[in-house]
């Protein structure tokens, strides 16, 4: 198997990496925090990178790139704990590609590939605890349209964002459709996340909408996905960053007169961080070339991936703090942002007791150990 990037990924990713070191600094993050957690601004940049139209074809003015890019992209926004959530525009860059009629290809595609419009998966209820056929939300028709009335919890920028990808039941079955956040019905109520990010509780009302596509479960099994692909790639991206600081912190902080790097308990600890982080890159590397599998091989493959990197991130996460004592926990230090950012994305797109839930009940199905 080649692991070894095209000149273009490398380019694209030194582009972005450019953009977060120059660009993206700590002290602008710790603004955007204070400003709500979402700069538009912000996003705009990373719009005028291309970055907005990843996944979307060229034919309606995106760069028609694939997940190996995607991978490439959210790796370095994940050094910087990048606050805008282009996670959401490529979940919706896949699935209004893939699903949509061409129609609403044609109206939505170009603009999010522009960065005018942000359109986020509005999918989470707060009783389904991460299974997505569990829905309690409903569509009728309309005339010749479609009204939705849902509550969904948690919607990424949901206050901020230009329209919503929702999935309701149409006579039992799941549908997917397209809200605007402008449209009669909808109301919406914002929030910062401990992680310095913003979310929304948004309510629909017989919000007229946009049919998606009826096979709404197959598509959000896709949307979710592309979603939990593209938080392994940035998590690793974190964990790396929060290794390099976490190394630099034990070769200058001194005990006893020595740097305490030289102390063996604690080359052991980073030893063992390194590992945990080599894992989770391996299987986001696995994750981005299974995304486009067929389905039940694809769901399997995303969810062991999502499974080790909840674990990595999970431990990569406390031992730096831990190894940085009672600083690493202090707002003015910047592992304590690495930190809370990796505990919110171990919780993304099902946590890690979800999918390693997941990954025994496909082990059952196939290997007929428990039968």
């Known amino acids: 198997m080649d692991f070894d990037f095209t000149d273009d990924q490398e380019h694209l990713r030194d582009a972005v990496r450019k953009w977060v070191d120059k660009g993206y600094s700590f002290e602008r993050r710790r603004d955007i925090v204070r400003a709500g957690g979402f700069s538009r601004e912000a996003y705009t940049e990373l719009a005028q990178l291309g970055l907005a139209g990843l996944y979307i074809p060229e034919a309606h ?19 910087g704990i990048v606050l805008e959530p282009l996670v959401q525009t490529l979940i919706a860059g896949g699935v209004l590609s893939g699903y949509a009629p061409e129609a609403v290809k044609a109206a939505w595609l170009p603009r999010i590939a522009s960065g005018e419009a942000l359109v986020v998966l509005a999918q989470q209820e707060r009783a389904a605890r991460y299974q997505l056929d569990v829905c309690a939300a409903k569509a009728a028709q309309a005339g010749t349209g479609w009204t939705v009335s849902a509550s969904k919890s948690i919607v990424s920028v949901g206050d901020q964002a230009d329209a919503f990808i929702v999935p309701a039941t149409v006579d039992g079955k799941l549908a997917l459709f397209l ?53 392994c790639a940035e998590g690793v991206g974190v964990m790396d960053k929060t290794m390099a600081i976490t190394a630099e912190y034990l070769n200058t902080r001194k005990q006893f007169g020595v740097f305490i790097g030289s102390f063996q308990a604690l080359r052991h600890r980073i030893a063992d961080m390194k590992m945990q982080l080599e894992l989770a890159r391996s299987m986001s590397y696995y994750a981005a070339l299974k995304l486009n599998a067929p389905t039940e091989e694809r769901r399997r493959a995303l969810a062991r991936a999502k499974y080790q990197l909840g674990v990595s991130m999970r431990f990569v996460g406390q031992q730096a703090v831990q190894l940085h004592g009672g600083i690493g926990v202090t707002d003015e230090y910047i592992v304590s942002h690495y930190f809370k950012r990796l505990t919110q994305m171990e919780m993304s797109f099902g946590d890690t007791l979800h999918h390693l839930g997941e990954v025994s009940q496909r082990m059952q199905d196939k290997a007929g150990v428990f039968a």
């Open 61 to 79: 003015d995106g760069l028609g790139m694939g997940p190996v890019e995607g991978m490439v992209v959210m790796e370095e926004l994940g050094r």
């Open 179 to 231: 809200v605007e956040r402008s449209a009669a019905g909808v109301s919406t109520r914002g929030y910062g996340t401990q992680d310095g990010g913003r979310a929304a509780e948004i309510t629909l009302e017989d919000a007229p909408a946009s049919l998606i596509t009826l096979d709404g479960l197959s598509a959000l099994e896709h949307a979710v996905d592309i979603g939990i692909a593209a938080t």
